[in-house]
């Protein structure tokens, strides 16, 4: 920032006797807007600035240490501090161009407003400041600074491709003039955009990039999270160069203990098992890290378990649990003992039990989420499984009774069969789980096998077959892969998984066969993956053809994803609202006519009369079917969809409530 002296005005009145005339004049009075301009105002909107600036810097260091440390932290938020600064420099800075518009300060000012605005998030505003710098000072010795700004402000206003590259060439112009800070500070921000598209590796590179150009802490913190991403995609040797850089030049004591800590891990990746033993003593032998500790020993339980002392490892992992309640080390341990139980030793009340514990700890340490989903899918489990036990009792002994002709005991065949389906849709239940939850294969397909052999009459035949099908497809398995869709199209030639069958084979669609079918079950496919966003896509799709008959299924579909796995009401309303309007006689429309009008009714309400309503009513708003989540078929169903709600409802805020039967899980 530019900085006048207080001697500028006595130095202008002595020029002004120097000199006669209009020029003298005209000398003066131009010292004199800059005299008047500066302690008049600029001088608070740059004290401002500073002060917003240093706030910002010392939020940003206490931000950075949470991404190294393992912390997943909420997104970075200004403090009101450092915007009131921020608010106090614009208006300052932007009186400064009213009053004096033709001092030397225009420049450093309209730089102050727009990084103001960067910091504060007002993108509007803040690219056309940054357009008026370029457009005003084409030849400013700040214009990488600009182009940088400039473009990030257009990253950040979803302008991608156009941002990227004016902040690349903020690097390139930056780095040919030798402005290093720019380019590093180019980097960081083209680093962080790479991470919101899931470009790792591009986000990585950045930030190498950005490590190279910093010194100090800086190069240190940018070096470290460089090292991270890169041992998450496997690039071993440079996240160790990293790590080993980032160690050697970190002042901070928590920055250089992560870099050495995460060192010492990546040798353990690279099987250096001695040599990462070595490097957690070395930290273990200097005091300044005694905070640390209880992390130095889940790293050297990891390092036994990688090596094969899984035993030991165990005993480690349970005693850091127990010791350092509710520290991150304890919630790494409690993870790691969960993934042996339910993966190494099968122990599922055990995995529940750890999973549980991770799941309650602070949403801090990345896995906590995961943890909190798994809990959950094991519950599942434990549920479908005793259901599998029970409706295969209920079938037996019915099967039974029927052969032995006990008219006592023997139900109609009507009855036999419904309990046939229900036992073969609770072991299909279960191996969707295993499949698409728990991610255990093995389990699942010998589920699905099961299925095949003992249930070949029941709807959950053709699924099974298409499902093993698809796997092997999947696994580059194209034998195997190839006899389980043939034997669907030859038992089943107009089953819902027909189309997708024959996709998959590269053969012609049987005739009968709705080609939008692949589309749907692609679209539930996805849904089982909670691959929300291309669900919805691939509906899109299929709802591009409005002669369709899977359109009033598409639109229920999109209203359930919306409704109850995004919550977004606003935008399920949008859909149940088309399918009531453009296909008023599908069996589906009933089910949503009172939540549509409840919804409406609640757009109209005052905040405290629908409060009072919502206090006073008895009933739960409820828009699922009776399974709770779309799937591929049920008695009385049409494929791939609960059947239409028949229960009150006010809203389309829906609430959990007992279900008289187990929920069919998403398949």
Known sequence: MIKKSRLLFALLIGLSGTFSGCFAWNYVKEGYDNFSAYFNTYYNASRSYDDGMKDLESSEAAYQLSLISGAQPPPFALSQRAKNDFDMAIAKASKVLQLHPNSSFTEDCLFIIGISYYYQGDNVRGERKFLEIEATFPNTKRFAEAEMYYGAFELNGREGEVGRNRVRRAIQLARESGNRKVVSQSSGILADYYLGQEDTAAAAAYLDTASVFSDGDDAAFFACRAGMLFSDIGNLDRAESLFKMAGRDAKDIRIRFYSLYYLARVQRLQKQYYVALGRLNELRGDDKFFDFFPLIDYQEAAVMYDSGEVSKAVTAFQKIDTSFTNSEASTRSAFRLAQTYLYLVGDFQSALKYYQRVGSHPKVYGMSEQAQKMSTTLQDYMITGYKVILSDSLYRKAELAAERNDSVKALTQSNLDTLYEHAADARESLAGLFMFKLQMPDSAIKSYKDIIRDFPKSKAYTSALYTLGEYYYSTGDTADGKMYLEQLLTDYPRSEYAASAASLLGVPAPRDVDLSQIEYQNALSLVNQENYDAAMDTLNQLLLNRKS???????????????????KPDSAYVYYKALKTEYPSSEFSPGVTLAIS???????????????????????????????????RGEGEKPGLPKPATTPADSLKLKKKEMKEIERQVR
């Not at 609640?602 to 409820?622: G, N």
């Open 598 to 632: 409840g919804y409406e009714a609640a757009l109209r309400d005052s905040a405290e009369a629908r409060q009072k309503r919502l206090d006073s009513t008895k009933t739960v708003p409820v828009l699922k079917g009776e399974s709770g989540a779309p799937v591929l």
């Open 549 to 567: 008959p899977l359109v009033p299924q598409a639109l229920y579909l999109k209203g359930w994803i919306y409704e109850t796995r995004l919550q």
